[in-house]
């Protein structure tokens, strides 16, 4: 199977500047809602950085040793930075099915898919929005997952922890959750290549997309 041709995938081999890259991602769903462009999954890092989602907690900004963004996105504080896949989805859920929590469960799947293509067992954890995975014992998260839906075209998107520094997690409390750790596939295999996981969401992308189809479960 393939990425359908209507849907662009761009994997950005250079470092994308926060503010940049919400303006892209905003551009490109207003042409996407008005039929001006195709749908895009864009596969991207950032400078090192923090982001507030809608319900962020101030008292959880516990160190802002790196530039803070307010963006627009559901959840509390997360990081971004080197080493860490992010990936923007800018899908038209009126074509696909208007059902937002199916949307995050897709999306919290696919990741899934690709991580076990990896040799990472991950799960969803009842409660807790994003991946799961054991480390020494101990639920560990490796990805986040942050959506925003406008006139059902979506925003942002998930984040995949590869091989950044996971001592730059310390400065907030990741997803507003003190009691888990952060880990990374570097800490868990030894081995931390974005291109590895790359052609792992692509293999695995195509059922993703499936799971979108028509009918959608709801039309509220």
């Not at 393939?2 to 926060?18: F, K, N, S």
């Not at 001006?36 to 802002?64: F, M, N, Q």
């Not at 959506?147 to 507003?176: E, K, M, Q, Y």
């Amino acid at each position: 199977m393939t990425i359908p041709i209507e849907i662009e995938w761009r994997c950005q081999a250079t470092l994308v500047d926060y503010p940049d890259a919400l303006a892209a991602m905003e551009a490109r769903a207003a042409a996407v809602l008005s039929g001006d462009a195709r749908e895009l999954i864009w596969l991207l890092e950032h400078p090192p950085l923090y982001t507030a989602g809608t319900s962020a907690v101030p008292a959880e900004l516990v160190d802002a040793r790196f530039p803070v963004f307010a963006s627009g996105r559901g959840g509390r504080y997360t990081y971004h930075g080197p080493g860490q896949r992010v990936g923007y989805l800018v899908l038209d859920l009126a074509r696909r099915g208007k059902d937002v929590r199916a949307y995050v469960h897709a999306l919290e799947g696919w990741v899934i898919a690709a991580l076990a293509q990896l040799g990472i067992s991950a799960f969803r954890a009842e409660g807790r929005v994003g991946i799961w995975t054991m480390d020494a014992g101990a639920e560990a998260k490796i990805g986040a997952i942050g959506v925003r839906v406008r006139r059902w075209v979506t925003l942002h998107g998930f984040a995949v922890n590869v091989a950044p520094d996971l001592t730059h997690f310390s400065g907030i409390v990741p997803c507003g959750l003190p009691d888990f750790a952060v880990t990374s596939i570097a800490r868990l295999t030894g081995e931390g290549d974005l291109a590895a996981l790359d052609a792992a969401l692509a293999a695995t992308a195509p059922t993703f997309l499936q799971t979108l189809s028509w009918p959608p479960k709801n039309e509220a």
